[in-house]
């Protein structure tokens, strides 16, 4: 297959993250983030009762979460596609590798880096609102950062590019972060990071933009949440099932950093 054929399959609809929880976290972990992102939690889905949908109170969903057999929490992506078995065969010529195809129509992947993703064809359509919260500030989960070592870099900003057909773009923060253009109508930004770092494999961890980051900071620490370290434009913190996450100064409506006022 050509690689000009793979973007036409495997360019998504929708996209949507999923928490991925670890066994002791997936209580405290549904009870945090479904209080921190102001969504409740649907009917539990699978063979285990493994899965659940964080629903918002307008628009589609775009987080979800799995309550994984063993090992340590993560987040990954699904990629929503018509057909995610040609989507799968079309990623794989891209440099992905198929970890698993389920007898339930989705695909798991890993990235060239090792990320996890997979391909789905639920059908969504309608973002979400960004949630007022008391005091007046919104915030909405709206972002998704891989973190990338640095010798695998150029390769994944390639590869994701490529797979989303979403256009690259350039970070007025700093060189180490590639936003990829969001379309419109897409829940969720992709931010591309490459880290001082080297790591085995690529990572993602999620973003919320926030009209007031000390008023969400604040709450986020009241909901559970530590504080691991505040730059100028963003605050790392860690959630209670050991997931780290942004809070960052991004306009909620459209994702971006606000202008500065003219001097």
Do not use: K, N
């Not at 539990?44 to 994984?68: I, N």
């Amino acid at each position: 297959m050509e690689r000009a054929d793979a973007g036409a399959v495997t360019r998504p609809s929708w996209v949507s993250a999923f928490l991925d929880l670890a066994p002791a976290a997936w209580e405290c972990g549904i009870a945090f983030w479904a209080q921190a992102s102001g969504t409740t939690l649907s009917a539990l889905r699978g063979d285990d009762r493994e899965f659940g949908s964080l629903l918002p109170a307008s628009g589609d969903d775009h987080l979800r979460v799995q309550r994984l057999a063993d090992g340590e929490s993560r987040v990954h992506l699904d990629l929503h596609v018509d057909d995610p078995l040609a989507a799968a065969e079309a990623a794989v010529e891209l440099g992905a590798a198929v970890r698993h195809r389920s007898e339930h129509g989705y695909v798991v992947l890993d990235s060239p880096g090792g990320l996890p993703f997979c391909f789905v064809a639920h059908r969504a359509e309608v973002r979400s609102r960004p949630v007022t919260w008391p005091g007046g500030h919104t915030s909405l989960v709206d972002q998704v950062c891989l973190d990338i070592g640095p010798d695998r870099f150029e390769d994944e900003v390639s590869f994701w590019t490529a797979l989303t057909g979403w256009e690259r773009g350039t970070s007025a923060v700093s060189g180490s972060f590639v936003p990829l253009v969001r379309p419109t109508g897409q829940p969720l930004r992709f931010l591309l990071q490459r880290t001082d770092d080297p790591r085995p494999r690529t990572g993602a961890h999620l973003d919320l933009a926030t009209t007031d980051r000390a008023a969400e900071t604040e709450r986020h620490v009241a909901l559970g949440a530590v504080v691991v370290a505040s730059y100028p434009l963003w605050t790392v913190l860690r959630d209670p099932a050991g997931l780290a996450y942004c809070l960052t100064d991004r306009d909620p409506e459209t994702g971006v950093l606000p202008t500065p006022p003219a001097p």
